[in-house]
C-alpha cells in the first residue's frame, strides 16, 4: 500500500468534523516504513495533505491541522475551536481522557 493510500485510510477512519493533526497521522504510519525512509515519508505526507486540501477532500484548519468537513443546509461546516483544544489537550479519539497533569509528583 502506498503512503497516500494509508493517509486516505486514517482520514476516512477519522471521521468528519474530528480534527486530525499530522503528527498522529506520522505515528499511524511511522510503524510501518524503515528507519532510512522515514525522512522522505514524512516529506511525502506534508505533500499528500496539501493535495488532498486542494482536491476538497480535506480542510485546513491551522498549520498542521486538518479534518473532514460536515456538510448541512448551509455548505461545509467548519471546525471549532473547542474540538481542536478538546482532542488536542482532553480527550483522545477513543474517547478516553488525557492525564493533564502528574498528581502524584511532589515537590
Known amino acids: 500500500m502506498n503512503c497516500y493510500n494509508m493517509v486516505l485510510e486514517y482520514i476516512n477512519n477519522a471521521g468528519q468534523g474530528i480534527p486530525i493533526f499530522i503528527n498522529e497521522i506520522k505515528e499511524y ?23 488532498m486540501n486542494k482536491e476538497g477532500i480535506i480542510e485546513t484548519a491551522y498549520k498542521g491541522i ?11 461546516m467548519l471546525l471549532g475551536n473547542r474540538q481542536i ?23
Request: glycine share 2%; net charge positive.
Open 29 to 51: 504510519i511511522i510503524n510501518l516504513y524503515q528507519e532510512a525512509n522515514r525522512e522522505k515519508v514524512f516529506n511525502n505526507i506534508k505533500a499528500i495533505l496539501n493535495r
Open 85 to 107: 483544544i478538546q482532542y488536542k489537550y482532553i480527550m483522545d479519539k477513543k474517547r478516553k481522557y488525557k492525564r493533564l497533569y502528574n498528581w502524584s509528583k511532589t515537590i
Open 66 to 76: 486538518y479534518y473532514v468537513p460536515k456538510e448541512n443546509i448551509f455548505g461545509k
